[in-house]
Antibody, heavy 120, light 110 residues
């Protein structure tokens, strides 16, 4: 059974750095083809892809947010971490992590999401 | 502004068949697989269709997907009240080197 779960702060102040952790089970990020990514959804709005990391440490970022994002993995802990610098209230959203079964493929399994509010 | 274009809303009565369109370009739908997700209120997206027209285990065969050129469609037959949700399409985009999503379609069962 494949599961993913996001964790991190629920409230962050503007200009701070947001760090989110995705802890997963039921698959390995060492398996050829597999990737884990982050997607966010502002309240009442559409899904937006942020970053992806693959089994071979290939990292992909949304061009519009690339300068603010870093994605890393800890294969031994089955975790993927996303950091976003210099947050702003417009970054308020539910953040999801999800698995991709292969390069050039969208996501199949999703976490439940975590709501992050950026406010003074 | 989402890279893939979906109608913001769709509706139908119980038992009807509805379709939701998703329009893209040669760098995404035209050259890669299309996925569809169902998002019930307050929950995470759930995979409904993968690789254009494949259903994951447990998804009823009332849901079907198709793709032609740079567009794709999700069809729901025998509409039920529990199908009321937001639906999103997605595909890899070769130009952006990442997955892109549609803006979502809110389906209302009248």
């Amino acid at each position: 059974q494949i599961t993913l779960k996001e964790s991190g702060p629920t409230l962050v102040k503007p200009t701070q750095t947001l760090t989110l952790t995705c802890t997963f089970s039921g698959f390995s990020l060492s398996t050829s083809g597999v990737g884990v990514g982050w997607i966010r959804q502002p309240p009442g709005r559409a899904l937006e892809w942020l970053a992806l990391i693959y089994w071979d440490d290939d990292k992909r970022y949304s061009p519009s947010l690339k300068s603010r994002l870093t994605i890393t993995r800890d294969t031994s802990k089955n975790q993927v971490v996303l950091t976003m610098t210099n947050v702003d209230p417009v970054d308020t959203a539910t953040y999801y992590c999800a698995r991709s079964e292969g390069k050039w493929l969208p996501f199949d399994y999703w976490g439940q999401g975590t709501l992050v509010t950026v406010s003074p | 502004q989402s890279v893939l274009t979906q109608p913001p809303s769709a509706s139908g009565t119980p038992g009807q068949r509805v379709t939701i369109s998703c329009s893209g370009s040669s760098s995404n739908i035209g050259s890669n697989y299309v996925y569809w997700y169902q998002q019930l209120p307050g929950t995470a997206p759930k995979l409904l269709i993968f690789k254009n027209n494949q259903r994951p285990s447990g998804v009823p065969d009332r849901f079907s997907g198709s793709k032609s050129g740079t567009s794709a469609s999700l069809a729901i037959s025998g509409l039920r009240s529990e199908d009321e949700a937001d639906y999103y399409c997605a595909a890899w985009d070769d130009s952006l080197s990442g997955p892109v999503f549609g803006g979502g379609t809110k389906l209302t069962v009248l």
